[in-house]
């Protein structure tokens, strides 16, 4: 881990969305682990959502969210693998500003120690929308966990060093 300073905690408001046909609030495992873990730290759910696995449906509920001026980070699971109907990056790429292209990398190599060449299958990505982050994880727990537990827990914490995203936030609509 970075070097923490002391400054204070400062809580991100973040939407969790899951991209699925057949995922239910009941049964959304992928979706509960990002909600228990971002407010395990002291982050706020501004939002959750299920959309279909169609890429007008995500990009407009990303969109949606992204413009919410209550929400700072968004974060989808699902959709990221290679069948024809994962469309999350191409929902993504749609409507982004910036790519962050770093993110997808680093969770690959992540993933790497974890299932090997697998990791090749996933396309996971993130992104600047209209001023808010997204990032877009796969759909298995597995890979939530990964995401939120090595990556996203020190990028959304401001004391977090040498940087992080949650600094860089004021700054995203310049």
Same mark, same amino acid.
């Given at each position: 881990? @970075?070097h923490?300073?002391?400054s %204070?905690?400062?809580?991100?408001?973040?939407a969790?969305?899951? !991209?699925?046909d057949? +995922?239910?609030?009941?049964?959304? +495992?992928?979706g509960? $682990?990002? !909600?228990?873990?971002?407010?395990? !730290? &002291?982050?706020?759910?501004?939002? +959750?959502?299920?959309?279909?696995?169609?890429q007008?449906? $995500?990009?407009?509920?990303?969109?949606?969210?992204?413009?919410?001026p209550?929400?700072?980070? $968004?974060?989808t699971t699902? &959709?990221?693998?290679?069948? @024809?109907?994962?469309?999350t990056?191409?929902?993504?790429?749609?409507?982004a *500003?910036k *790519?962050?292209? &770093?993110? @997808? %990398?680093?969770?690959?190599? $992540?993933? /790497?120690?974890?299932?090997?060449?697998?990791?090749?299958q996933?396309?996971? =990505?993130?992104?600047? !929308?209209?001023?808010? /982050?997204?990032?877009?994880?796969? &759909?298995?727990?597995?890979? =939530?966990? *990964?995401?939120?537990d090595?990556?996203?827990?020190?990028?959304? *914490?401001?004391r977090?060093?040498?940087c992080n995203?949650? %600094?860089?936030?004021? +700054?995203?609509?310049?």
């Amino acid at each position: 881990m @970075g070097h923490a300073d002391k400054s %204070e905690f400062l809580p991100v408001n973040i939407a969790v969305l899951t !991209v699925s046909d057949t +995922r239910t609030p009941d049964d959304d +495992r992928s979706g509960d $682990i990002l !909600v228990e873990r971002l407010e395990g !730290v &002291g982050h706020t759910l501004a939002a +959750r959502a299920i959309v279909k696995d169609d890429q007008d449906l $995500i990009a407009a509920k990303i969109k949606e969210f992204a413009t919410d001026p209550g929400i700072e980070v $968004i974060i989808t699971t699902g &959709g990221t693998g290679l069948t @024809g109907r994962d469309v999350t990056p191409e929902a993504l790429a749609q409507i982004a *500003d910036k *790519d962050i292209p &770093g993110f @997808g %990398e680093l969770f690959r190599m $992540i993933s /790497y120690d974890k299932i090997k060449t697998s990791t090749i299958q996933s396309r996971a =990505c993130a992104a600047v !929308v209209a001023g808010t /982050y997204v990032f877009a994880l796969p &759909g298995s727990p597995g890979a =939530c966990k *990964d995401a939120w537990d090595d990556i996203l827990v020190h990028q959304l *914490d401001i004391r977090f060093k040498p940087c992080n995203f949650v %600094e860089m936030m004021p +700054r995203l609509k310049e």
